[in-house]
């Protein structure tokens, strides 16, 4: 982890030096809607809950810092990214949905192309290295174990206008389902009669939709819309 990000800040400072009037950098955070995941359970006595409880969308939130370099009409936007997200699960006899949370930390490599004037498309990969995934504790005996360090892929699109933007991003997992053993405190889950025991989580991967507030710091062009102010007096 740590060379990777040694390799990235060099590759960065490199090309910094040689691109220095067309790099921009900044602040980003906003809200992100995660999609998947799915819950089966193990009916091992007959008297438990066997159905699918498939994942329902939830927010979540997300901040971090990126940089652009641009090449003409092309970009390279590497960013650093903080974000938690939340699945809930509709699990019979239970007054509240079931919450599995993730906590994780992302480095997307974008790059993009300008399409015309404030806009902006992109696509490319991300790697996720999860710093903490569960169920709250007082409803499962044992932790969920989510693929470390996945690469995912996003694609999305981006307007700005002087130090503001908005950008709009769909992220996939390419990692493979991994399905693990779950053990839920029965007493939580209705008790005995038709509560929700031992299972399985069939599917942690969680997709997401992401919208963010871009606020540049450094970079050309930040004091156009001053300009274009003054112009009017």
């Not at 359970?41 to 994942?55: H, P, V």
């Not at 003409?72 to 007054?95: C, H, M, N, W």
């Not at 409803?139 to 307007?159: F, M, R, S, Y």
């Not at 769909?170 to 029965?186: G, K």
Request: glycine share 14%; with cysteine.
């Amino acid at each position: 982890m740590k060379k990777y990000l040694l390799g990235l800040l060099f590759v960065l400072a490199a090309t910094l030096t040689g691109y220095s009037q067309t790099f921009s950098y900044g602040l980003k955070g906003g809200i992100n809607y995660s999609m998947g995941g799915e819950i089966q359970g193990n009916n091992s006595t007959l008297s438990y809950w066997d159905g699918i409880a498939e994942g329902e969308g939830a927010l979540g939130f997300h901040g971090g810092v990126f940089g652009q370099v641009n090449f003409g009409k092309f970009f390279i936007r590497p960013e650093i990214v903080y974000s938690s997200l939340t699945q809930e699960f509709a699990i019979p006899k239970r007054d509240e949905n079931t919450e599995f949370n993730v906590q994780t930390f992302t480095i997307p490599v974008l790059l993009g192309y300008n399409i015309y004037g404030p806009l902006d498309i992109y696509a490319g990969p991300v790697y996720s290295n999860i710093l903490e995934s569960q169920i709250p504790d007082e409803e499962l005996n044992d932790h969920i174990v989510v693929q470390n360090t996945p690469i995912n892929a996003q694609i999305g699109a981006k307007v700005e206008f002087g130090r503001f933007g908005v950008d709009v991003r769909y992220e996939h997992s390419l990692s493979d389902a991994e399905r693990q053993a779950v053990d839920f405190i029965n007493s939580e889950y209705g008790g005995n009669q038709g509560g929700a025991n031992k299972g399985w989580f069939n599917d942690s991967r969680l997709n997401q939709v992401i919208v963010s507030l871009i606020f540049k710091i450094g970079g050309p062009g930040l004091n156009e819309g001053r300009r274009r102010g003054r112009s009017c007096y």
